[in-house]
């Protein structure tokens, strides 16, 4: 069973615990079901509580969720991560520019925006090819 089995389960069947293998068991992740689940802003008071509890119990997560959760179809929108990745080249070339530390200079990127960053490079001889491709990090 997958992590969207085992929410199909919890919000629309009601299966009882008692009622899978094992080997269904095996493939419960208790991690991924409160992810899925917290992404529901209905639910999030729900899974704050159940996160508490031992990830090893997994009938009793299981139960809990069934229980509480209304018998619905419901689609939890999955929320992505909006932070870029901090760009170490970039980061790197600003330190050496700046000559400070590269921790330092990943502070100051977010400051210099991208026109910032582009003015920066530009200055150092970097072609716009480049900077295009290192912006993009931004």
Same mark, same amino acid.
């Given at each position: %069973?997958?992590?969207? *089995?085992?929410? @199909?389960?919890?919000?629309?069947?009601?299966?009882?615990?008692?009622?899978?293998?094992?080997?269904?068991?095996?493939d419960w992740n208790?991690?991924?079901?409160? #992810?899925?689940?917290? %992404?529901? /802003?209905?639910? !999030?008071?729900?899974?704050?509580?159940?996160?508490? /509890? @031992?990830?090893?119990?997994?009938?009793?997560?299981?139960?809990?969720?069934?229980? %509480?959760?209304?018998? #619905?179809?419901?689609? @939890?929108?999955?929320?992505?991560?909006?932070?870029?990745? *901090?760009s170490k080249e !970039?980061?790197?070339?600003?330190?050496?520019?700046?000559?400070?530390?590269? *921790?330092?200079?990943?502070?100051?990127?977010?400051?210099?925006?991208?026109?910032?960053?582009?003015?920066?490079?530009? *200055?150092?001889?970097?072609?716009?090819?480049? /900077?295009?491709?290192?912006?993009?990090?931004?």
């Amino acid at each position: %069973m997958t992590v969207f *089995d085992w929410l @199909n389960e919890i919000t629309v069947k009601k299966t009882p615990p008692n009622d899978f293998t094992q080997e269904n068991w095996d493939d419960w992740n208790s991690y991924m079901v409160h #992810r899925f689940l917290s %992404m529901n /802003i209905n639910y !999030i008071d729900i899974v704050n509580f159940v996160q508490n /509890i @031992n990830p090893q119990n997994k009938k009793e997560i299981y139960t809990i969720y069934r229980e %509480m959760i209304p018998k #619905r179809k419901v689609w @939890n929108k999955y929320i992505k991560n909006q932070n870029k990745k *901090d760009s170490k080249e !970039i980061a790197k070339i600003i330190a050496n520019k700046l000559s400070i530390g590269s *921790d330092e200079a990943n502070s100051y990127i977010p400051m210099l925006g991208k026109e910032g960053v582009t003015e920066v490079l530009s *200055d150092l001889g970097y072609e716009k090819k480049e /900077i295009t491709k290192l912006i993009k990090t931004i």
